[in-house]
Structure formats: C-alpha cells, structure tokens
C-alpha cells in the first residue's frame, strides 16, 4: 500500500504497523511486548526499504512491465524478508535458539511468499479494481467469474484430498492452467489474486491436514509447500506482467498508427481545403500527393498526377532546369518562393502554358525529404498588371503630346546648330586660305550638337515606349536631370523657372527609371499648370535627399496650393482641381511610387505653394514590397 | 552715303545656336556682334549704326516679341529677323505686322539666312538713303516762306495756277514767281518731282 500512497501518508502505516506487530507477537507469547516493538521497528524499516526501492526504479506502478516486475521481486521477494527475518533470527542466535537456519529459512520464505503474493494482488485492487467493476465489461466481468468458480473447484479438488492419501504428485500442476489462463487474461492483478487464492487453499487445507503436502514433519511440508507456491507465483506473475507489457506495448503502437492516420488525415484536409493547387514531391521528382485545386488547375486527374515527374508539369524548356534546382532545392531545404520576378510557367494536360508563382516549403516525413509546392496561377494577376502598365503608358504619352512642341524646340535648336555649322565650315574651306583651326572648332561643336539632340531624342524614346517594369541600379538625380532636359523649354515657354537642389552621394537604388521620370514629369507639369494665374514669380524647386534609409523627392511650386479639404484626395483616380484634367496623373504617379515599395504625399502650407513628396526604400528590390503594390495595381484596376 | 560696315546682331539664348549663326554669317563677310539675352543687346552701344537683328523669338526673360516692341517705342529702325524652333503662325504674323523683315524656321537653310539677311540690310540702306534724302527735303522746304510753302501745297494738290490765284486771291503772276522760288529751294525741275518730294515731308512710319 505503500506504493501508491504518498510518502506523507506514511505515518498512518507506521503506527498501525507497530501495533498489530506488537499485538500479534504478544499473542505468539514467545517474545515480550518492547522486543516485539523492536522487531515491528524491523519489519517496517524493511518495508519501507522495499517500497522505496520499487518507488525508486519503477515509474509504471504497479507492475506493468517484466522489467518492473523484476525489480519487485527482487526487492520484495529477496530483500524485504531478508531485512525482517534477519535482526530476530540474529538475536534469536544471540540468545542460543539452535534451530536458527531452518527457521530463518521457513521466515525468509514465509514474509517473501506474502510480499510477492500479496502486493501485487492488493496494489492493482487499490489502482484499477475501482475502474474495472464501474466500466468492465460485462464479459470480462463473466469471465473473471468463471475463472474463479474454475479456481475454487480445481483448488478444492487438488488441495482438500485426504492426506497421505497416495495422490498423484501430477495433480498439484492442475492448477497451472487456470493460473496462466488469468495472467493471459487478466494479467498481473487476476494472476496475483489466483496465485493468492491457491495459496490460500493449499495453507488453509494443509492447516487442517488436508492436501498433496501434509506428510512428514510439518516444517517439511511447509517448505514444500512454500517452495511449490513460489515455484509456480514467479512464472506466472513474470507471465503476466510481460502479458500486460505487450498488450500495452501493442495499444500504444495501434494508438501512435491511429494517431498517424488521423495526422495525415489532417494533413489531407488542409492540403485539400487551401485554394492553391498543392502538390508533395519527393526527392526524386515523383509527386506523392496532390489536390482537387492540382487537378483543376492542370487538367490532370488525381490517379494520373501521382506517382508522376513533377517536371511533366512544366514546359519542354523549364524541364532539365528544373531538375537542377529540385536538387538544389533538397540540398538546402527551406522555405522560399519562386517565379517571383521571374516568368515561370506550369503547362496543362493538353499542353497550354500559365504563368505561375509556387511557394515550396520543405516537409520532413517518415519517408525521407518531400516538398510541398503551393502553385499560384498569376494569369489574371499579369492581366491586371498588364492594364495597369497600359494605363500608365497611355497617360505617359497624353501627357508627352501636351508638350511636344517644346520637345520638339529642344531638338530643333542642337539641329539647327549643326546646320548652320556645317554651312559656315563649308564656306570657310571654299576661302583661299581656309582656317582649319576654326573648321575643327566648328565639326567639335557639330559633334557636341549631335550628341545633345539625341541624348534628347533617347530620353523622349524611353518615355515614349511602352515597357514592363524593370528593375535596375537608378541614380536618383540623373533621372531628376532628365526630366529637367525635357522640361526645360515647356517652363521656359511657361516663363516657370525649373530649379533642382540635388543631394551629392546619393546611394543607388532598385528601381525603373522610365517610371519614377513620369511620376516627376507628372508633379513638376501638374506644378507649372497650378501657377498658370499665378502672378508672382513661378518657380518649381526639385530636392533630393536621403532620409533613414530612404531616398526622398520633393517638387514645390508657388502656386496657389492645395485646400486642406482636398489634400486627402488628391492621389484618387478622376479627382482633378483642373478643368480640363483626367485625374489621372497623380493616381498613377501614386501606383507608379507604389512599385517601389514608397509612399507619396502632398503638403500645402498656408500661402507658400504646394509641395509633393516621395520616398523610395533603398531596399525596395524586395519581394514583399512588389507582391503587394501588384495586388494593389489589381484593387485600383477598374 | 557714308560706308559704314553694317552690324548683324544676334540675340538667341542657346549657346551653340548662337555661335554656329554667328560663325556662317562671319564666314559670308558681314560682321557680327551677339547677344545671350535681350537685356545685354538693349544695353549694347551702336545700335543706331546700320545692321539688322537675328532674335530668337523664344528666350528667358523679354522675349524677341517684347524686345521687337521695345525697340520700336525707341525708335530704333533696324530690320529685325525671326528665328524660331517651330513654325508659330499667330507669332509669326504678330511679328511681321510688327515689322519684322523675316520668319525663319530652325534649323534655318543657309541660303534663306543670308537672303533674308541682305535683303533685311539692302530694305535698311534703302530706308536709310530715304531717310538722308528726306532730311535733305525738309531742309530745303525749311527755307521756303509761309506764302510759298501754302503755294506749294497748292501746287502739289493739282491745282492750276489761276485756281491757286483765285483761291489766295493773288495775281497769277504772282502764284507763277512763287512757284518758280518753290521748284528752284526745293531743288527740283518738275511737277512730278515735287510731288514727290512732298511725300517725303510727312511723318516717316520708321
């Protein structure tokens, strides 16, 4: 009982230990009251060694495994007995008792017996014998009582024949299979209370000399009769507790598979239940599990996917690429996304192409490496981007053709020097004494023209084409320095004076360059258009700083400025202050800003003009920032 | 008529059109002073010596427009000649009733720039000759009396002298020893060169 009660509730035991010692050993009337105490002492530090031994190297009470059994039997079949027996055949010896060995051995052999009969029996009631009657089944419960009925009869019959009455000596084993039909069944708890209940048969009938045992002196027959019972209780106590170890050993087991089952389950429902189309790829390519969205996308049915080359999903030409990368992939594996940025296609059952991101994520299952791949079909996402890029490029060149006449002013005027050079160079070399000093001058300057007439023309042609996004090394103030080439003769015309406070050693950043031309095209023309009426002096200043981390753009003009109502919506689509404005120009400026993962603002002091301002992360190369300005250009797509 | 070099004067803010324009008319012979703005040319000395202006039409500050007109209020009479980088009707139509003597278009073919040059020049010796012969006129007429020069105007009216005897109230003798003085202070030996002269004598639209 010690067992399974707390150590604090140990104090209870003790005393009643010592008073039923006490009590009994005064009864015996061998030995007097205070030695009997003494031995009590004994018996319980005996038990107490027992105990905490079994405590100490058994985590599963009681008794579950042959190892815990083990350890049982050995600490209370061997050492417990040996720690009660020992004091008080010791003082016995002491004292002159000369039967100390044969009496030794009958102790040692009598507490052993029931301690090992006994704890088990008592300490599985205590556990589980409450649960057993309140929710056994009936069967068992059935067959709990047949067994018993079984074990009274066959006890009666083996152990209650007359004494030295020639009994066969086979017929003590009859008991054997019912004991090891319990432990099969029943285990530890129906085999301890068999063992207990033949144990008892056999005393009970041997004390009223009845039985297989009594013949002889009656210390032989108890050693026999001991020797018998021990004999057949290990075995069948042993039997019983690797019994219960393997049914739990096998309940564990079926509990971890059903688990596994109901994981991958689990697993299937989400893979089955996300919008994407999800495949699980092996380290060899072959695609182990797939979904309904998988077949949908691709046209490919389930039976058909699996056990297929992933690479039969892709294009003839990404194939052998791909294969490189799969390896690279399981070589490091880790989360990570591809066909960001890049043009990645999947191909369909019946050979057409999608443009495609995939996110993998590496799996560790019990079969080696896998990946899971989410597959995303970008075509409408392109669609909308495609639009968008339509939209800005139309815009572009709406506002280009407002000032073409200027533009066309800043092309003429190089082109017209180079004339006129040429005509003078030609007259000089038709003189007598031709000044080739100044014909080399003049063909440096027809040169210097040249160059100044197509710089322009590359500048308008970069504007003027219709392009994809594009990602490069930008110097923010050369694209500041090219808006102000095209601009130049549209402020002049305009009588607006253009001026730029650019900030020396500005970093590079990621960018398009033809994108963040038109979004200063777009502030410095909406600039010049504000101060239209205005009367004071027109100015338009450019700035360009650095600011943590960020590059920022500020275009001012004196004009009349923004009123606060209209600040907040200013960058709306079809919101214009102009009579004759789309709206258009700062929306798209926003979207274009947007691409680069910044942020453009207006502010308008009281009486000082109108002032615009972007900001463009240095770092704005990153993914995130495009994913979401290209989920934003497919919110604003009308 | 003195021989004075006439000066082509160019005013276009653009570095390198200035200076090619400049180098072809050098290389034709004339000689040439330029100007990046139309202030530096207003504040430019001899501008009342012969020569023409080649004024770019747009520029920073006064344009060649304002600068047309600002010479006009001066009283300045040198032929101006438009250069512009894109053919402005409206402009060009502005500035030729304002008197310009060309509207050319950059880039401007050789030919028509020295054409439109000497025939700026030739329009301006021949304004400047009217000119000299004008103030010659208004010398002599200066030394004509009350009664000659009334007869005088009599005279270049049509009218005969027994008109202009009845109208004065004079004898015809007398109109006819009047007009005598007139032709000879005058300097001229007939009717018709009076008349002409007398066309001289009013107010010149510069």
């Keep these: 009982m010690l067992l399974i009660t707390h150590t604090r509730q140990w104090w209870k035991f003790y005393i009643g230990l010592c008073l039923g010692a006490t009590a009994a050993y005064y009864e015996d009337g061998q030995i007097s009251a205070p030695i009997a105490l003494f031995a009590a002492q004994f018996h319980f530090a005996a038990v107490v060694i027992g105990v905490l031994g079994i405590r100490r190297f058994v985590a599963d009470i009681p008794f579950g495994t042959v190892g815990t059994m083990l350890v049982f039997v050995a600490s209370a079949g061997l050492l417990v007995p040996l720690a009660t027996s020992a004091p008080i055949e010791l003082t016995r010896w002491a004292m002159g008792a000369d039967d100390v060995v044969a009496s030794t051995l009958r102790s040692f052999l009598c507490v052993s017996l029931g301690v090992v009969l006994a704890s088990p029996a008592f300490t599985t009631l205590l556990v589980s014998g409450a649960d057993w009657i309140r929710s056994g089944s009936w069967q068992s419960k059935l067959e709990a009582a047949l067994l018993a009925i079984s074990l009274v009869v066959v006890g009666q019959v083996v152990f209650s024949s007359p004494a030295g009455t020639g009994t066969l000596p086979a017929l003590i084993y009859a008991p054997i299979p019912i004991l090891l039909w319990a432990a099969l069944r029943f285990e530890v708890a129906g085999a301890s209370w068999s063992l207990l209940a033949i144990a008892y048969q056999s005393t009970w009938n041997a004390i009223n000399d009845r039985g297989p045992f009594v013949s002889g002196s009656t210390d032989d027959y108890v050693l026999q009769m001991q020797l018998f019972l021990l004999a057949v209780s290990l075995p069948v106590l042993f039997m019983a507790a690797g019994v219960h170890e393997r049914r739990r050993a096998f309940s564990l087991l079926v509990g971890e598979i059903e688990e596994r089952r109901r994981m991958e389950e689990r697993f299937r429902l989400v893979v089955e239940s996300t919008p994407n189309a999800m495949l699980m790829v092996d380290q060899t390519g072959e695609i182990v599990l797939s979904n309904k969205q998988t077949e949908r996308l691709f046209g490919f049915r389930q039976q058909e996917l699996l056990g297929r080359a992933v690479e039969e999903l892709l294009p003839e030409r990404f194939r052998q690429d791909h294969v490189i990368y799969r390896q690279a992939f399981f070589a490091d594996p880790k989360t990570r996304s591809i066909g960001l940025g890049t043009e990645l296609f999947a191909r369909r059952a019946d050979g057409s192409e999608f443009p495609v991101e995939i996110g993998l994520t590496p799996i560790d299952t019990g079969n080696g490496a896998m990946v899971l791949a989410a597959i995303v079909d970008i075509s409408e996402r392109k669609r909308a981007e495609e639009a968008q890029q339509e939209l800005v490029h139309a815009s572009r060149l709406a506002m280009l053709s407002e000032f073409t006449a200027t533009i066309a002013h800043e092309i003429n005027q190089p082109l017209g020097a180079i004339l006129s050079n040429a005509d003078a160079a030609e007259m000089l070399l038709e003189s007598s004494a031709p000044p080739l000093d100044e014909v080399r001058q003049i063909l440096a300057d027809i040169r210097d023209d040249d160059l100044r007439a197509s710089n322009v023309i590359r500048k308008l042609r970069g504007l003027l084409r219709r392009g994809e996004f594009e990602r490069e090394p930008i110097d923010i103030n050369s694209v500041v320095a090219d808006v102000m080439v095209i601009l130049r003769a549209e402020a002049q015309r305009r009588g607006v004076e253009l001026r730029s406070e650019l900030a020396p050693d500005l970093p590079e950043l990621l960018g398009d360059k033809i994108h963040l031309q038109q979004v200063l095209l777009n502030l410095i023309v909406n600039g010049m258009e504000a101060m239209v009426e205005t009367t004071g002096p027109k100015k338009i200043s450019i700035a360009t700083y650095q600011n943590d981390g960020q590059i920022q753009v500020s275009v001012s003009d004196t004009g009349p400025g923004v009123s606060p109502e209209r600040l907040p919506r200013l960058f709306d689509r079809f919101f214009s202050t102009k009579k004759e404005g789309m709206g258009m120009g700062l929306a798209i400026s926003r979207s274009l800003v947007e691409e680069h993962g910044g942020r453009i603002w207006a502010e308008s002091p009281p009486s000082e003009g109108a002032t615009f301002r972007f900001n463009l992360p240095l770092d704005c190369g990153q993914a995130g920032s495009r994913d979401a300005a290209a989920i934003d250009s497919q919110e604003q797509n009308p | ?206």
């Excluded at chain 2, 001899?46 to 202006?53: A, F």
């Excluded at chain 2, 003597?101 to 950059?106: A, E, G, N, Q, S």
């Design chain 2, 1 to 206: 008529m003195t021989e004075i070099v006439p000066i082509i004067h160019i005013i276009d803010d653009d570095d390198s059109v200035r200076k090619a324009v400049s180098r072809l008319l050098k290389a034709a012979g004339y000689a040439v002073k330029s100007y990046a703005t139309s202030g530096e040319f207003m504040m430019a000395e001899n501008l009342e010596s012969p020569g023409c202006i080649v004024l770019d039409v747009r520029m920073p500050g006064p344009s060649g427009l304002e600068l047309q007109s600002a010479l006009a209020r001066r009283g300045n009479g040198l032929p101006i000649i438009f250069l512009t980088g894109h053919g402005d009707i409206p402009m060009s139509v502005r500035a030729m009733k304002a008197g310009a003597v060309d509207f050319l278009t950059k880039p401007v073919q050789r030919q028509e720039l020295l054409s439109a040059v000497q025939n700026a020049l030739d329009r301006q010796a021949k304004h400047l000759s009217e000119q000299t012969r004008n103030q010659h006129i208004r010398e002599c007429y200066a030394t004509l009396t009350e009664r000659e020069r009334e007869i005088m105007a009599h005279v270049v009216e049509g009218k005969l002298n027994k008109q202009i005897a009845a109208t004065m109230g004079i004898a015809e003798r007398t109109v006819k020893a009047h007009r005598a003085q007139v032709m000879s202070k005058m300097q001229v030996d007939s009717l018709a060169d009076l008349v002409r002269t007398a066309s001289g004598l009013e107010p010149s639209d510069g």
